[in-house]
């Protein structure tokens, strides 16, 4: 099975930063990979697709990049909307599997 | 639009059963695989299971296979989790979720609001 770490678990950034979270893979997933953002009492929305294709509807201030076991979501200016925790998801082979998550927290 | 209506969600005692369903509509079903993923409370996200299209392929995580099986209907837009031998681990809100196709190995797009299941006694 493949395993799905993400970092860091949570991080604290002011309205306006850039803001990188990490996913790596326990093994090659190539570009399988989908980002989730879930805010406290909702279900999960999907972002990223295919580690680098935005969901319709998502915003341009969201990236996906990387490849095999190493990748990343990016938020360019991040807005009092964005406040929430992302998750990471490989689909390349079955069982899935999720990262642990990443809280992003307003400082 | 594509809507996801989960159902079925409550109370149970360990050892119980519970069917979930999942009505879909905003789309042509028969053309899309579906997943059952859970969250247990304060936890993030599992994956439980997955049936293609045309129901031929199916998969399950390791922590509900032999207890738990996925179904549909296509004729009735409609995903079903028959769940047996229920656990407390088993305790989560429990999402209905939409592949972007009908084949194994595609991302999610689409996740319903979720049912919560409760196993206790």
């Known amino acids: 099975d493949i395993q799905m770490t993400q970092s860091p678990s949570s991080l604290s950034a002011f309205v306006g930063d850039r803001v990188t979270i990490t996913c790596r893979a326990s093994?090659?997933?190539?570009?399988?990979l989908a980002w989730f953002q879930q805010k406290p009492g909702k279900a999960p929305k999907s972002m990223i697709y295919?580690?680098?294709s935005l969901q319709s509807g998502v915003p341009s201030k969201f990236s996906g990049s990387g490849s095999g076991t190493e990748f990343t979501l990016t938020i360019s200016s991040l807005q009092p909307e964005d406040f929430a925790t992302y998750y990471c998801q490989q689909y390349k082979s079955y069982p899935l599997s999720f990262g642990g998550g990443t809280k992003v927290e307003i400082k | 639009e594509v809507q996801l209506v989960e159902s079925g969600g409550g109370l149970v005692q360990p050892g119980g059963s519970l069917r979930l369903s999942c009505a879909a509509s905003g789309f042509t079903f028969s053309s899309y695989s579906m997943n059952w993923v859970r969250q247990a409370p304060g936890k993030g996200l599992e994956w439980v299971s997955y049936i293609s299209s045309s129901s031929t392929t199916i998969y399950y995580a390791d922590s509900v296979k032999g207890r738990f099986t996925i179904s549909r209907d296509n004729a009735k837009n409609s995903l079903y989790l028959q769940m047996n031998s229920l656990r407390a681990e088993d305790t989560a809100v429990y999402y209905c979720a939409r592949d972007v196709s009908g084949r194994p190995w595609s991302a999610v797009d689409y996740w319903g609001q979720g049912t919560l299941v409760t196993v206790s006694s």
């Open positions: 093994q090659d997933i190539s570009n399988y």
């Open positions: 295919d580690a680098s």
